[in-house]
């Protein structure tokens, strides 16, 4: 079987000091998505980047940007980022006093809603809200750092997601994110992953358009 699965390349392990030729390199390279790691040091004990950057991170680039917002108040700043151009984002349901609303607003303001689940979450605590969301981020390490080891514990709540979708015949797309390289990726896609995150697996290689070709054809022999 042949999958077609998205790249989504996460600048947070990019050249910060070059981070235009970054982002186009990996444009370049094939890379479907941007996937922009948001972090408030409070809600994760790391500080990345605002909307200030993603507003320049838009003017950089076509691809969609896929935000990642491991934040302690997404309902106060889900709205800024979608109005810097994030097309994708999403949401930790623990940081929000209810899930529910804060996937409203991100689907009224005109993004796509996506729900994470971190390593230690079981999927049924996301199940009620299968309806409001386009996309469900399954965590394959602890929010917080790039460069962390694939979890692979994981994987069977992966393809119990997969499952979920395919039975319900739901629209949604499963994103799996952290450690996943070239020489891991053939086990999320095999699991049920559509769109796969990779920031050192990407940026840490000296060839983008190799590791991202190279990843594909990992993803198609599952
Ligand atoms: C982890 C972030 C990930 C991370 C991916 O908190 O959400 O997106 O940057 O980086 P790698 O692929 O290096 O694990
Ligand atoms: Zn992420």
Redesign the pocket.
């Known amino acids: 079987m042949t999958k077609s699965i998205k790249i989504a390349p996460?600048i947070?392990?990019a050249d910060f000091t070059r981070l235009t030729d970054e982002i186009q390199a990996v444009e370049a390279a094939g890379a479907d998505w941007l996937?922009v790691?948001v972090m408030d040091g409070h809600f994760?004990p790391n500080i990345t980047i605002g909307p200030v950057v993603v507003e320049w991170i838009r003017k950089a680039t076509r691809l969609p940007l896929d935000a990642?917002l491991?934040i302690s108040d997404p309902d106060k700043y889900a709205p800024e980022f979608i109005k810097a151009g994030a097309d994708w984002v999403s949401i930790h349901p623990e940081t929000c006093r209810d899930p529910s609303t804060t996937l409203r607003t991100i689907r009224a303001l005109g993004a796509k809603a996506s729900i994470a689940v971190n390593p230690d979450v079981a999927v049924e605590r996301i199940e009620g809200h299968l309806g409001e969301i386009d996309m469900i981020l399954m965590m394959t390490?602890f929010?917080?750092?790039?460069?962390?080891a694939f979890i692979e514990d994981v994987l069977p709540k992966i393809t119990k997601v997969r499952t979920i979708i395919s039975e319900g015949k739901l629209p949604l797309l499963v994103e799996t994110?952290?450690?996943?390289k070239a020489d891991n990726i053939d086990r999320v896609v095999r699991a049920g992953a559509d769109v796969i995150?990779?920031?050192?697996?990407i940026f840490k290689t000296p060839d983008y358009a190799e590791t991202i070709r190279l990843m594909r054809k990992a993803a198609e022999r599952v």
């Open positions: 996460s947070l392990s996937h790691d994760v990642h491991m390490v929010p917080g750092f790039a460069g962390q994110d952290g450690g996943i995150v990779s920031g050192s697996g």
